[in-house]
């Protein structure tokens, strides 16, 4: 009998306990009857979480593209693997079909190995969302490179401390990127970066908006003569289950960015399964993730998992406000799309709009909506359930994380029954935990606590690159043979899970992760600054906004907020990216601390959300006058 698609809640239940009595032989049965291996595993699977170390499929043999690309090939050899939807509205949708993906593939395969790229190598993409972006992820996978993908909002200091943190050899840029009605020069953030990276031998440069760029010679090729010269077939590095596929990297409450490692076997196979079933995917469907490849999302949701099914996926280039709010929508119409998955955010800043834009097109090819990245709020699900399923399309709240690789925590629609601001029931072979703070599991319903994972699942990243400890001491060491996830998390009556959010200093802004320290690094880099805090704060689009409350030198020198607010901000542009800007700025005379000097960010949480009925014992506090000070200047 084959679990592969789980149709009604009964299968659900039966498929799961399956899942978790026998993990090995349900996901065994998984692997076997619906991918390509060059040679079985001889382990499926062995772990030890104290290390820790996770293997799956141990000893197998494979190559992702081949299970995502050539397995296609027979039977939908001519059906679209990807529609490209450009940033202009006027500019022709790309429908590249199976073959054609193989053609592109193999090509660009083959430029990298005469760029001297070999297996193991890492390769940084910085690209925006065209095809050459899934398209170079995927020739690194056929010859066993290593990507790297940067979301190309990402500044040049941001890139570079990426490049070198895992040594990439290459780049892949385009000369520029469209973003609604605005250009990006994205080859000169590169150079810039560059200046600093001295494992790059070579960059690769897409042409996309036809801008005078500087080509630095001997290390900058333009990309379309090597494909034109290439050969368009390429045989596929054969890969161990284990061999690394990606890096990619997901901010840390302290220290520099995390490189999540994942492995080739294990996060196909649940890549693949759960786009399955949480998407209920048919033959034929259009499939449309709103989510930028340069995310995790992007990467198991808009490339792998899909292709792997042989699916129809949409990439779009472009912003949901242009040329107007309604182009979400326009592109559903359009391309008669069926699932249809996006973020919170996106959500609640075209509910503002008003649903006007919405009613102007034909919604009716939707089934399966999908949300990701943040909490979703009652109102914005509300009105994505009534507006734009029309009440008919099941809502599933996906929970999962970078470090997870694939979803975890998410309804099956027409299974699982919904419910707002849930993300319902653990996905098949998945088992949480909640966790109180000494330590111990807290069973039953009704109860909320620290969200933890206790069995591995074939997904999971294996490490951190270049430094296993860490891997080890943010998500191992919290509680003992547990995968500590970071978020908070609550089981209703009868066990559906709602996250709560992050219980570390891990801020999500528009379902950007944003860790604090690499942004208070960055403020205080500026000469006027003496120390910096910053806490998230509720904001009705984006989730949370930020917050950062400034103590400046005593410089004796005169100069007006305003413009300081200005250049802090402008300094975070430099460092990180406009995601990371701060929405408000404080300054003050001092911050709350513990007698051991570390700062309260409770109480700055609760003054920046003006929540300041209930502050706790400030008693305690190295300086509690401060706190006062702080309540009367907050903005
Ligand atoms: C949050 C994105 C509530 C959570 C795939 C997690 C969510 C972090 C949800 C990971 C959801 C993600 N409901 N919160 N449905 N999905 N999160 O690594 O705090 O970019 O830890 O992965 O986003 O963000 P990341």
Redesign the pocket.
């Known amino acids: 009998m084959s679990n592969y698609h789980i149709k009604h809640l009964e299968e659900y239940f039966q498929v799961y306990r399956k899942s978790v009595r026998n993990p090995e032989s349900f996901w065994e049965e998984v692997a076997e009857e619906h991918f390509l291996w060059r040679k079985r595993w001889d382990n499926a699977l062995s772990w030890d979480f104290s290390k820790p170390e996770v293997k799956w499929f141990e000893g197998a043999k494979l190559n992702i593209t081949e299970n995502c690309i050539d397995r296609h090939l027979n039977t939908r050899g001519d059906k679209t693997a990807i529609i490209f939807e450009p940033n202009d509205p006027n500019e022709a949708a790309q429908h590249i079909t199976y073959k054609q993906l193989h053609d592109r593939v193999c090509r660009f395969a083959n430029v990298l190995k005469e760029q001297g790229i070999q297996k193991g190598d890492r390769v940084c993409i910085y690209l925006p969302m065209i095809p050459e972006l899934a398209i170079s992820v995927l020739a690194c996978a056929r010859i066993g490179a290593i990507h790297s993908v940067v979301f190309a909002g990402f500044s040049s200091t941001a890139l570079s401390t990426r490049i070198n943190d895992s040594d990439c050899k290459m780049v892949i840029t385009s000369d520029g990127s469209y973003r609604g009605s605005k250009t990006i020069d994205l080859k000169g953030i590169v150079d810039e970066a560059l200046e600093d990276c001295p494992s790059i031998q070579s960059v690769l440069v897409v042409k996309r908006i036809n801008s005078d760029i500087q080509m630095k010679e001997g290390r900058d090729h333009w990309l379309q003569p090597l494909l034109d010269e290439a050969y368009h077939d390429c045989e596929p590095e054969i890969m161990d289950s284990e061999d690394p596929l990606f890096i990619l990297y ?1 901010s840390g409450s302290t220290g520099k960015p995390k490189g999540m490692v994942h492995s080739s076997g294990g996060y196909m196979v649940y890549t693949a399964y759960t786009f399955k079933n949480v998407f209920q995917y048919r033959e034929n469907d259009v499939y449309w993730c709103t989510a930028d490849i340069g ?3 992007g990467h198991s949701y808009i490339v792998y998992g899909p292709l792997a099914n042989g699916a129809t996926t949409v990439m779009f280039e472009g912003v949901p406000s242009y040329p107007d709010f309604g182009r979400f929508w326009e592109i559903v119409d359009k391309h008669q799309v069926n699932q249809f998955y996006t973020a919170p955010t996106a959500i609640r800043a075209l509910a503002k709009e008003g649903v006007d834009y919405v009613e102007k097109y034909d919604l009716s090819s939707l089934k399966v909506l999908g ?6 709020n009652e109102e914005a699900w509300h009105w994505y359930d009534d507006n734009v399923g029309k009440k008919k399309s099941p809502i599933v ?7 997870t690789g694939g979803i975890m925590i998410s309804p099956i629609p027409f299974a699982t029954p919904t419910k707002p601001t849930y ?1 319902t029931l653990p996905f098949i072979g998945i088992q949480p935990a909640l966790m109180d703070e000494n330590g111990k599991e807290i069973k039953g319903n009704q109860v909320d606590g620290r969200l933890c994972i206790k069995f591995p699942w074939p997904s999971m990243a294996r490490t951190i690159w270049g430094d296993h400890q860490r891997y080890k001491d943010t998500y191992f060491s919290a509680f003992e043979n547990m995968y500590f ?3 908070g998390a609550l089981r209703d009556e009868v066990g559906y899970y709602r ?1 709560t ?2 219980v570390d200093d ?1 801020i ?1 802004v528009s ?3 944003l860790g604090t320290a690499p942004i208070e690094d960055a403020i205080n880099e500026h000469p006027a600054v003496a120390e910096s805090a910053i806490v998230g704060f509720p904001h009705d689009i984006k989730g949370n906004a930020l917050y950062g409350y400034v103590i400046l030198k005593d410089t004796g020198e005169y100069r007006r907020h305003d413009n300081l607010r200005k250049e802090i901000n402008q300094l975070i542009t430099e460092q990180i990216g406009p995601i990371a800007k701060l929405d408000k700025i404080q300054f003050t005379q001092g911050l709350p601390k513990t007698r051991s000097g570390k700062i309260m960010r409770r109480i700055l949480r609760k003054i920046a959300s003006k929540d300041t009925s209930n502050l706790g014992d400030t008693s305690t506090l190295l300086n509690p006058e401060v706190v006062q000070e702080i309540i009367d200047n907050a903005l």
Do not use: F, S, Y
Request: a negative charge; hydrophobic letters at 35%.
């Open positions: 997901t995310w995790i999302t949300t990701v990245g943040e909490p979703i709240d996906t929970w999962w994380q970078t470090e993300a996830t970071g978020d996250i959010g992050r891990v999500i379902g950007h992760n």
